[in-house]
């Protein structure tokens, strides 16, 4: 059971003796989604109205503009699909992913092909290690290979649904996260390390 939803409404529950209320799950990702908005636009004005830090010119400011702007339109997308579903029943109930192809069962597409990734982490995996295990590579990027998947990466959404937003919520249980990182090609982006993905799978890094 998850309780609402913080500290000082636990402890009034406490203090009065009341059983906790579970939470509707739909309802709370309304709310996280919608706090996540409210967030990245509070960053993107911060961004455009501070003036930019020494070395890092309009071209920086750019890009860090641009990475801002695209991340806050896939969190506006991700609460307009939570938005227009209907569903408010608090024990929502998804279909099970198929165990052969990871689709949800009993759709067309559920016999594709075998061949897609154990896990989302395999699957970043392996796009580095195509691509000459470089030390990072830029969110987008990622993403755009990923999408080329077939299968599910988590939490209902195939890889050919993910986004930078979405790639970031499933990758966040396993404390993989972006930096920014200037790349070999002179871009600065949001990145994943590899390093980090290696280390969420349980590989050591340092031998």
Avoid at 179 to 192: A, N
């Amino acid at each position: 059971m998850t309780t609402f939803p913080n500290f000082l409404d636990t402890v009034t529950t406490t203090l009065l003796g009341t059983k906790p209320l579970e939470e509707n799950a739909h309802h709370r990702a309304l709310l996280d989604a919608f706090i996540k908005v409210q967030d990245l636009e509070q960053r993107l004005l911060t961004a455009i109205t501070t003036e930019p830090e020494g070395g890092t010119g309009l071209s920086g400011l750019m890009e860090a503009c641009t990475d801002l702007l695209r991340e806050r339109l896939d969190a506006g997308y991700d609460l307009s699909l939570l938005l227009s579903t209907g569903c408010c029943a608090a024990d929502v109930a998804f279909p099970a992913p198929c165990g052969t192809c990871g689709l949800v069962q009993k759709e067309e597409t559920c016999q594709e092909p075998a061949g897609e990734p154990a896990s989302l982490l395999d699957a970043c995996g392996d796009v580095f290690a195509q691509l000459g295990d470089p030390h990072a590579m830029a969110s987008a990027d990622l993403v755009d290979a990923l999408r080329r998947l077939p299968g599910v990466a988590g939490n209902h959404w195939r890889y050919s649904e993910l986004t930078q937003t979405r790639l970031a919520e499933l990758l966040a249980p396993y404390s993989v996260r972006t930096r920014d990182i200037t790349l070999p090609d002179g871009r600065r982006r949001k990145s994943y390390q590899r390093d980090t993905i290696l280390a969420a799978q349980g590989v050591c890094t340092s031998c």
